[in-house]
């Protein structure tokens, strides 16, 4: 997940060269061109990928084409740049890109992307000359933002029809939002876009040849598996430090979509995860410190956009948010939150008791564990501190605290749960079983270990459930998958993301010989802003190993299927491992030996009919499938109104209508309605909590 965050540094690109010889980059007037030092680091990763990693990838023609389709798709996602002229000259490099990687030949892949870097401030030049022109907002046409299933270009007019109604999306927006129509000041607004488009290309040609050569890398290791990655200097020490120590921030994990800045991970324990008002895929429009002015940063580079989220603990921040799903036309909410110190490794198992009441009329008592990852303090494991912080430690002193309170039956909460230690989910299954195998691990020699439990004893032997999601992935889905198979307990939820591989973190000065290491610094074209203590060479992590469930199944792109389910917005098509074009498949190997505890099969089957006539008649069920119908309405939506009317009655009716669906929900938890000019409320019912604590009420009857 966090190649993610490298992967638009300033939209750039990847390799492409091959059986023609080396572009001239210097006689094509390109100023980006790759150093010494990058194209030694570009062979050794290919000789990596190909000997060392699990899944040696053969440097071939059809490998190339998948460099080359990352490349293209990386660079202009939306194809608002590059012409279909450009693409045709590009096809030359298509079939040899990995090829010229084995030879450290990246010419080809600089000649694209200084390409890119042309059409893009030619394009952002024309939108600045449009910013004065005269805009007619009672026309009736359209504007489309993302154009991934329409042709390239074909012309420079096209272009510029397309960055003319781009101009006039954004004045139109700008006025939209202002509170008082009659007072909107057009002069201000100008200036406003004008500060904007210069800031875009500022930033382009902000881009060194660091910063093409990282997203370069990002295309070829994506190319391969999406959890291969290699960092350069930088980011391999902002990596590291991010897997075992602090940031300050408000807690999400960022990635570039569309120049829009997007939340791809909530960090548990941090400012956004507390307040519960940010949600993955919203995308932030604008960023204010403080009480001070709004800053839009639509379009930057994401390290600069961040630079601007992140800060010192205890400062405020606000942002303003489109929500995910929502179409562009919908008005941004504020969000403030307080930045703070997030200690990664403090990152904790927490508990609480949900009441349910029974069928039989009586009172049952639902202990729910909600664990954001799999953690351990490992520097604390090797000073020998007996005291020292992990997953298995915590959940276990909760589970005995719950036992104190006599509850009837715990469910264990791993939805957005990434993962994390593999030690730990092998042990945290070992709280819920006497002994025996968890998961099995095969590494690139097919060579086959089992990790087992082997402490006999359970710290909870009564009714058990799991609930995950879509996000659930990697140590989650090995948990998961463990008390599903030995019929421990029920899985409830939707499918996981299907993470089944292994990466080990290597320092890429290991692979890099004396010689060439001289070679870099004769060139002296070294990475001068290379951070003390950082991996002088960067950093690649590199697929290893691939995770087994003990019945031999994968978890790698399956995922983990809940025993019963609840409808979810997040497909497979879009979201999770099988969303991966490289992604390694699923297959499967022969299962360990291990003892069923129970047959849950048909338990499992009266608890999914019990649990579909019971939403049936919920009204908490119904607002679940609106959500979810509204998510995949507006990801059909690609193009607004540029009709003043038309897109402020639209703005109005979805205004109306989310006031509407919010004091619904808010009726049914019998709470004050959400009146004209309050801030938007809170909803913090959770109805699939909710539900899964009375599945587990089923669960408790059945069994009686």
Not at 489 to 514: C, N, P
Not at 589 to 611: D, V
Not at 660 to 667: T, V
Request: aromatic residues 8%; neutral net charge; proline residues 4%.
């Amino acid at each position: 997940m966090f190649k993610n965050l490298i992967f638009c540094l300033a939209l750039i690109s990847v390799v492409a060269c091959g059986a023609k010889p080396r572009v001239n980059l210097e006689k094509q007037g390109m100023e980006l061109r790759p150093t010494t030092q990058h194209e030694i680091i570009a062979k050794e990763v290919a000789n990596l990928l190909e000997n060392v990693s699990y899944k040696k990838a053969t440097m071939n023609d059809s490998l190339s084409n998948i460099i080359y389709n990352n490349l293209i798709e990386t660079i202009d996602p939306g194809k608002n740049y590059l012409l279909q002229s450009d693409i045709d000259d590009f096809q030359q490099y298509k079939n040899s890109i990995s090829q010229d990687f084995r030879k450290g030949d990246l010419t080809s892949t600089f000649y694209i992307f200084s390409k890119y870097v042309d059409r893009y401030l030619q394009a952002m030049n024309y939108a600045l000359a449009q910013i004065d022109a005269v805009h007619d907002f009672t026309l009736d046409e359209n504007y489309t933002s993302f154009r991934e299933k329409l042709p390239w270009f074909r012309t420079a007019a096209e272009v510029k029809d397309q960055w003319r109604k781009r101009v006039k999306y954004d004045l139109l927006n700008l006025k939209l939002a202002s509170t008082d129509s009659a007072k909107f000041d057009l002069d201000k607004s100008k200036e406003s876009l004008r500060s904007r488009y210069n800031n875009l290309i500022s930033q382009i040609k902000k881009t060194n040849a660091n910063d093409a050569f990282q997203v370069i890398m990002t295309s070829f290791t994506d190319a391969v598996d999406p959890h291969t990655n290699y960092f350069n200097p930088s980011l391999a020490q902002g990596f590291n430090e991010s897997m075992s120590n602090t940031l300050e921030g408000i807690g999400a994990q960022l990635q570039m979509e569309n120049e829009m800045v997007t939340i791809k991970m909530i960090i548990a324990g941090g400012p956004a995860f507390k307040e519960k008002s940010l949600q993955i895929n919203d995308r932030i429009v604008a960023v204010a410190q403080g009480n001070g002015e709004f800053e839009d940063i639509i379009g930057w580079r994401l390290d600069a956009a961040v630079a601007k989220i992140k800060g010192k603990k205890g400062t405020v921040v606000r942002l303003k948010v489109l929500p995910a799903g929502a179409a562009l036309s919908t008005p941004p909410k504020t969000v403030t939150l307080t930045r703070e110190k997030i200690v990664l490794s403090e990152e904790s198992a927490k508990r609480k008791i949900q009441t349910v009441k029974g069928t039989d009329g009586k009172a049952y008592k639902v202990g729910i564990i909600d664990l954001p990852k799999f953690y351990i303090d490992f520097e604390a494991v090797r000073r020998g501190d007996p005291d020292y912080k992990s997953t298995t430690r915590d959940v276990r002193l909760i589970i005995d605290s719950l036992k104190r309170d006599g509850v009837d039956a715990i469910v264990m909460d791993l939805r957005n749960n990434g993962g994390g230690s593999l030690v730990e989910a092998v042990e945290l299954t070992g709280l819920f079983i006497d002994k025996g195998p968890v998961v099995q691990v095969r590494d690139t020699r097919n060579r086959v270990q089992v990790d087992s439990d082997e402490e006999p004893g359970l710290a909870w032997e009564g009714p058990f459930g799991v609930i995950i999601n879509r996000f659930s992935a990697s140590a989650s889905e090995i948990f998961a998958g463990a008390i599903q198979d030995y019929g421990r307990g029920v899985i409830l939820g939707s499918t996981s993301y299907g993470k089944g591989t292994v990466q080990s973190a290597v320092d890429m000065s290991r692979f890099i010989s004396a010689t060439n290491k001289i070679l870099i610094k004769a060139a002296g074209n070294n990475d001068p802003d290379t951070p003390n203590g950082a991996p002088e060479f960067g950093q690649i992590n590199i697929t290893m190993g691939k995770f087994y469930r003990i019945n031999g199944s994968s978890t790698q792109h399956k995922g983990v299927t809940p025993d019963v389910t609840f409808p979810t917005q997040y497909t497979a098509e879009k979201f999770g491992e099988s969303s991966e074009p490289s992604a390694l498949p699923w297959d499967q190997i022969k299962p360990t030996n291990f003892s069923k505890i129970r047959e849950l099969t048909g338990t499992n089957s009266k608890l999914e009919a019990l649990h579909k006539a019971r939403v049936q008649k919920s009204p908490a069920y119904s607002f679940l499938l609106e959500d979810i119908e509204e998510f995949n309405r507006a990801e059909q939506m690609p193009s607004v109104s540029l009709n003043e009317a038309e897109l402020k009655a639209e703005r109005e009716k979805n205004r109306l209508k989310l006031r509407d669906r919010i004091n619904k929900q808010l009726a049914f938890e019998g709470k004050p309605l959400w009146e004209e000019g309050q801030p938007q409320p809170k909803i913090e019912y959770d109805f699939v909590l909710d539900e899964s604590a009375k599945i587990m009420v089923d669960f408790i009857n059945l069994k009686k």
